[in-house]
């Protein structure tokens, strides 16, 4: 990955912080060019919390229309029932523990939120 990528892991559910934080940075970041590729991968909670609110649903259709890029956690995503929201939102969703591994490894530009 290019240095003018940053990957931003997304775990924590809360609402407050998922449209403060996350999706309003990555949307941002994007329109203003401060990183050329923007990726965001869900990793549990939020996975239910995008299946579950139309707010954070409308957040995530907005920051694809700009172009961020957006992974989810298969196995978490299948063992909370949403996969099938998740790809309906145009989520990429697949298994994302060895790509985890290798972003740290190669020490990539990685947001924790």
């Not at 990793?43 to 995530?60: C, N, T, V």
């Not at 298969?74 to 060895?98: F, H, M, P």
């Amino acid at each position: 990955m290019s240095q003018d990528t940053v990957n931003i892991l997304w775990t924590n559910g809360d609402a407050i912080t998922s449209e403060k934080m996350v999706l309003m940075y990555a949307t941002n970041a994007k329109i203003h060019d401060w990183w050329k590729d923007i990726n965001v991968y869900i990793w549990g909670a939020p996975a239910k919390l995008i299946a579950d609110s139309e707010l954070i649903q409308e957040k995530i259709r907005m920051a694809i229309h700009v172009g961020v890029k957006f992974v989810a956690c298969k196995a978490c995503s299948d063992q909370l029932g949403v996969t099938d929201q998740l790809t309906s939102l145009k989520i990429d969703v697949r298994y994302l523990g060895e790509a985890l591994t290798e972003m740290i490894k190669n020490k990539e530009n990685l947001l924790t939120i």
